[in-house]
């Protein structure tokens, strides 16, 4: 496998044929996106262009782009019948995926929607229960800039890619890690409609947790400050569940929004900060993973990680790049796609950290 991370500004120094290259790009930067695969597409006409929108990039090399509006590129080298490609509209009721191999998937999806932890659950079913990776979209304004994913030369917004890899060629390993722990009292959602809820416990969401955390103010949700663990089921514990972050309140409703669907009888609880030496050691499991020179890495952050942590972001950025030993490449998400825990299932979380490490399987003959 051949690696080369590179952005707009130096697609001259790409001194292989690659089969794929990943782009991460703002929103804006669709015209830009389009004129290089064109250029690309000329040179090396079999090459498969994939990409996904981002509301900023992640890049090791300086190590973190910050307000920078280069799109990155990450040109693979892969071997032929290696990976396959699957673009989906999130209309569809199930996913109809290959049997025919046994695949780890990286799946980029535009937007969030109803059906896409489903979706989720599915692709681990039917593809054998490999590993799976990923995230929504991000923009860098929610309110005028519309989130895409980019295939072979066109943008959606209403899709889901999912990049099928064989396992017997190429490795997928990795973790998500978040900050937080559940602290407090259990609220169950008693009125909901999609992703607000207007009631826990029979009363009206907002004036509830405002009785816990104070005034809620649209500084704390564009900070991010108020995560909850959602738990959907009595089979799992909080610690265990994925982060929701607000996205709105409504003060006449007395209601809030959440970055997911929520239910009624699901159970929220709210999620407070680790401390600095439990953070630290969390964010160490990601120096477990092998560090082999032929592998890349992609980073899905949240944007609340980004705007939650701040300057503190960059260190961990930093400590990153020192112990991994390979590129790494990503983006701030809206959602990130990755198991908790080794060997476990993914499921889609918020303000979370998300790493995938591609290798090539060792000993292949």
């Given at each position: ?12 120094r ?13 929103s ?52 032929k ?14 996913l ?41 979209a ?26 099928l ?11 998500s ?29 907002l ?7 104070g005034c ?13 663990f ?16 607000i996205?709105t ?47 890349i ?9 980004k705007?939650?942590l ?8 930093m ?47």
């Open positions: 496998m051949k690696i080369k991370v590179l952005t707009c500004d130096d697609m001259d790409l001194d292989f044929e690659p089969t794929l290259i990943v782009c991460f790009y703002q804006n930067k669709q015209k830009q996106v389009l004129n290089h695969y064109a250029m690309l597409k000329k040179q090396y006409p079999k090459i498969d262009m994939i990409g996904c929108s981002s509301e900023s990039n992640i890049y090791d090399q300086i190590p973190y782009i910050e307000g920078d509006s280069r799109c990155l590129f990450m040109c693979l080298k892969l071997e019948d290696a990976y396959r490609l699957e673009l989906r509209n999130n209309t569809e009721e199930r109809r995926l290959p049997k025919d191999k046994s695949y780890n998937t990286i799946m980029f999806s535009s937007q969030y929607f109803e059906k896409i932890e489903n979706w989720i659950n599915d692709i681990q079913d039917e593809l054998g229960g490999y590993n799976l990776f990923g995230a929504i991000g923009v860098s304004d929610v309110l005028t800039d519309t989130a895409t994913v980019f295939y072979n030369g066109k943008f959606y917004d209403e899709h889901v890619l999912l990049w890899i064989d396992v017997t060629y190429y490795r997928l390993d990795g973790l890690v978040h900050q937080f722990q559940p602290v407090g009292f259990e609220f169950i959602v008693t009125k909901s409609f999609k992703d607000t809820i207007y009631e826990l416990d029979h009363r009206p969401a004036k509830v947790l405002e009785e816990v955390v809620i103010t649209a500084q704390n949700i564009q900070s991010f400050d108020f995560p909850f959602l738990k959907r089921s009595d089979m799992v514990s909080f610690d265990e569940s994925p982060l929701s972050s996205k309140i409504d003060k006449v409703t007395g209601s809030i929004s959440l970055y997911r669907y929520v239910k009624e009888h699901d159970k929220l609880k709210l999620a407070i900060p680790l401390s600095s030496k439990e953070q630290e050691d969390r964010l160490k499991q990601f120096h477990k993973f092998h560090k082999r020179e032929d592998s890495a992609f980073l899905f952050n949240c944007v609340g990680i705007a939650y701040g300057m503190m972001e960059f260190v961990y950025l400590d990153l790049k020192y112990n991994l030993k390979m590129p790494f490449v990503g983006f701030h998400s809206f959602g990130e796609i990755g198991p908790i825990e080794i060997n476990q299932k993914s499921i889609l979380h918020n303000q979370t950290i998300s790493l995938a490490i591609l290798s090539p399987v060792k000993d292949r003959v």
